[in-house]
Nanobody
Framework: QVQLVESGGGLVQPGGSLRLSCAASGGTFDGYAAAWFRQTPGKEREFVAVISINGFSTTYGDSVVGRFTVTRDNNKNAVYLQMNSLKPEDTAVYYC??????????????WGQGTQVTVSS
C-alpha cells in the first residue's frame, strides 16, 4: 500500500513560481505512473500532468503546458511539479496520484491528501 504526501503549496503572487513535492512511503513509486491533479470547490478533479514510470515521457493539461514541469526521482520515491508563471486560475488544491498512466482520475489507485496553492496579489 503506497501512501503519498504532498508538500510545497502556499500563497504566491501572479507570475511567481512554486515547486510541489510528493513523497511516497509504504511502497515504491517506481512501479507506477505518477500524476498531478487539481481541484477547486464545486468542480471535478482536473488533470495537470503525468510522468511515466521511467520518467522519460510526460503529458500536460492544456492549461499548464509550457508553464509546469513534472519530474520524478525513483531513488527518492518522489515526484515534483515545478510551476512557473502562475496565474490566479491556477489556484486549487493540488493532488499527487500513482497508478496506471492516464488523463483521468479513476485510473489512479493512490492519492495524497492535497496541498493548497493560492495565486493572488
Amino acid at each position: 500500500q503506497v501512501q503519498l504526501v504532498e508538500s510545497g503549496g502556499g500563497l504566491v503572487q501572479p507570475g511567481g513560481s512554486l515547486r510541489l513535492s510528493c513523497a511516497a512511503s509504504g511502497g515504491t513509486f517506481d512501479g507506477y505512473a505518477a500524476a498531478w491533479f487539481r481541484q477547486t470547490p464545486g468542480k471535478e478533479r482536473e488533470f495537470v500532468a503525468v510522468i511515466s514510470i521511467n520518467g522519460f515521457s510526460t503529458t500536460y493539461g492544456d492549461s499548464v503546458v509550457g508553464r509546469f514541469t513534472v519530474t520524478r526521482d525513483n531513488n527518492k520515491n518522489a515526484v515534483y511539479l515545478q510551476m512557473n508563471s502562475l496565474k490566479p486560475e491556477d489556484t486549487a488544491v493540488y493532488y499527487c496520484a500513482a497508478g496506471r498512466r492516464a488523463l483521468t482520475a479513476p485510473n489512479y489507485d493512490y492519492w495524497g491528501q492535497g496541498t493548497q496553492v493560492t495565486v493572488s496579489s
